[in-house]
């Protein structure tokens, strides 16, 4: 979907729950691919933590007023957010690509990391929590590289074939009632 300041586009790869978008009903996450052909502001959402990683190109800076600048310059580094920042991004020689984890921080917390998969491994998922998992580079035993896993217990990544596999993990943990911060 292009954006509505003409200066890039998003596929949307997963949002949830079903049904939800970022124009509507307040969604609980929502992961996305964004291609960055120019400098401009970032949409916010208030009240949605954020994480960004780059996947390609020079890299961007992302000018975070009072709260700082972010640099994105090395790829498979995830950052973090406020959506209820104002964020102007700047490219650094060129268009770029990012991988984007967005969650409704009243209902959950969340984390992003990207790791490089050298043999099979369990990826623990705890009950009631949700584990994704997004093929960067390589494949694994059920899914090709660009596929998305979602699952809400432990789950075996087994790599397939000699490539590397690259992959970017989001866990997704729901806020009990009750708890502070």
Do not use: K, Q
Not at 36 to 58: E, K, N, T
Not at 116 to 125: D, I, N, T, Y
Not at 148 to 170: Q, S
């Amino acid at each position: 979907m292009p954006w509505r300041n003409g200066g890039g586009t998003t596929t949307e790869i997963l949002i949830a729950p079903e049904g939800t978008s970022v124009s509507g009903e307040r969604f609980l996450y929502r992961v996305s691919i964004a291609d960055v052909a120019s400098d401009g502001p970032f949409s916010r959402f208030d009240g949605y933590d954020r994480h960004i990683m780059l996947l390609g190109g020079a890299g961007m800076t992302l000018d975070c007023a009072a709260h700082g600048r972010i640099e994105l310059h090395a790829p498979f580094e995830p950052h973090s957010f406020s959506g209820d920042w104002e964020v102007d991004g700047a490219l650094v020689g060129g268009a770029v690509r990012d991988f984007n984890l967005m969650v409704d921080r009243a209902r959950a917390t969340s984390s992003l990391v990207a790791e490089v998969l050298e043999g099979p491994r369990w990826l623990p998922c705890e009950p009631g929590h949700v584990c994704i998992v997004h093929m960067i580079e390589g494949a694994l035993a059920g899914a090709d590289e660009g596929d998305t896993l979602v699952a809400d217990g432990p789950l075996e990544l087994v790599p397939r074939g000699t490539a590397r596999v690259r992959v970017a993990i989001a866990r997704i943990a729901p806020v009990l009632e009750g708890a502070t911060g």
